[in-house]
């Protein structure tokens, strides 16, 4: 009875994963237009700079955007910095998809607008790399139903590169030297008191 | 013969202990800090944690180093990599250094010298300083042979296993407690309002501070030997001053020497890995959060807080009734059970599995640390520092072979590394079968027919010369201390084989 409903119970976890199972990046249509300040090959620094973004349903596709309920704008990044970096690796299935891990804004959809502009201050905490923009529109399920991004499809072009801070200060550097030449004297120092400790004690 | 001994009892110091002939105690009495025997075993797994804390503060904090330094996946292997290279010389270096200098001034002098390291790790700025400070933190961990040459300094045979266990299973627990210590000193930091990237920085600086400030104590309330420190000993007479080639050459032609570092490399080695890849690998495979992954690899490292000194219990335990022979076998069983595990966890898919069986593979492996240390001891008294330093050295050796071969760069995927390593784990755990004690015997063959006997085995260590001048007293006292290792012998226990020695 009781290994029935353990067996029960992880079908059921099974079955709700494969629910949440994510949506297909290949099955969205680019029905969105964006695009951002700065020009291919540009370099920002992060905590310094701005990026302006501007986006809109694109009228000329034959697509409704009645489903959109929300929108996401986001910083992705470009092929080149996920080389050798498995952590953000480009994903079919959108829920295991981690290419744009930092949100540049995200509100309701508003169908009225045509074109809507936000500017963004870079944060502190964006690493240095190779990025593009892209916007999500979500439906009232929370599932993505459109995209539209600053690059080809190939992501080649419209790539902008991001300085990240270094995280380092004067300070940092004055209190690790002092710290560690305390280190090594005092050693000396204990030296010294041992040597002179032993000397006392063979002339008794 | 009571003569003798009543005159010893009036020169020797009182100890709060009971002791041997060698002044080392028989007893261990874990919630007592008296000196110098208990004072010694306090101050050596304190030091040598907090040095396990500074070698692996990185990992659990990987995922923010790795975007504020911009590394790659093969950056961060070979920082890992290089993060117990430094140890495998410098832990057979200590293990001479003990033997010459006292393990107290040595392990003193390693973890003052290494803090630096520690220090500059909050202003590394690129992927090749980033290596560079890991492989010279690193060095610290040589701190493990100075506490296990000090507890078999301080602990007589009968209780050396368990000393060793739980100094050096307390001592590995760093590996443990760094992974919830540092996500949480991180949170603490980003909180009072630095960003991120400086946030892991100032981190840093806390177990650098410890590992600072436990030298210190080491320097100032430790004592080297039950009788006293090194160098008073020397210059009073005492104790004989040894020559570094001897030593080492007596230590290195030990063939058992070389299969202990063999096979703690695939216990030890195995769990320094662990603590470099798991709470990436948790991170990533099951989209984690950072503080949630730290604390699955936390309880791997925690596990050393009975797994270890378990297996150094089990070791003296076993041996109470099987002596040596005992040793070898529960060491053998044990190291290729957690092989097996090792080989189920990189095969098991939802989390909730994962984590129990890392959890139990993590006991098996630290239980084989601590039954290793049950052996090393025994396997030479004169070259005891450089033994130790290569059973250790071989840990490490271990923990850069598996990561070179498996875990660098993006050839296997983690759980397949995993897999592997635990092929090889039982593997290379077999030459345990070909170690052999003529006084005792190994794992298939029983002791020599020629009557051999425990001073055999040790005086074999000094030559006519050296025996003239009387050096290999001490050698001769722990061969009548170690009698109880040929286990009970049919007929008669153990009390009764040693009065029938020479």
Redesign the interface.
Known sequence: MVSRLFVALLLLCLAAESCYGGVLFSSLPRTLEITASPQQGKVLRAGEDRITVSWGFNQSVQASDESYKRVKVSLCYAPVSQ?????RKTVDNLS?DKTCQFTIVERAYDASVRNHIYEWMIE??V???TYFVRVYAYNSAGEEVAFGQTTDVKKKSGLFEIR??????LS??I???C??????A??FG?FLI?KR??KG??KN | MDVESAAVESQAPKFALPVDSEHKATEFRLFSVAAPHMRAFHLSWISFFCCFVSSFAAPPLLPIIRDNLNLTATDIGNAGIASVTGAVFARLAMGTACDLFGPRLASASLILLTAPAVYFTSIASSSISFLLVRFFTGFSLATFVSTQFWMSSMFSAPVVGTANGVSGGWGNLGGGATQLIMPLVFALIVNIGAVEFTAWRIAFFIPALFQMLSAFAVLTLGQDLPDGNFKNLQKSGDKEKDKFSKVFYHGITNYRGWILALTYGYCFGVELTIDNIIAEYFYDRFNLKLHTAGIIAASSGLANLFARPGGGIISDAVAKRFGMRGRLWALWVVQTLGGLFCILLGRVDSLSASIVVLIVFSVFVQTACGLTFGVVPFVSRRSLGVISGMTGGGGNVGAVLTQLIFFKGSKYSKETGITLMGIMIICCTLPIMLIYFPQWGGMFCGPSQNISSEEDYYLSEWNSQEREKGLHQGSLKFAENCRAERGKVKGLNSDEAQSTNI
């Not at chain 1, 080389?83 to 952590?87: L, S």
């Not at chain 1, 710290?179 to 090594?184: D, I, L, M, N, P």
């Open positions: 080389v050798d970096r498995g952590w295991k502190k905490d690493p240095e790399a990240g801070i270094s995280g380092r200060h940092l550097e209190a690790s030297i710290f560690s030449a305390f280190s090594v005092s050693l204990f041992e400790k032993a004690f063979s």
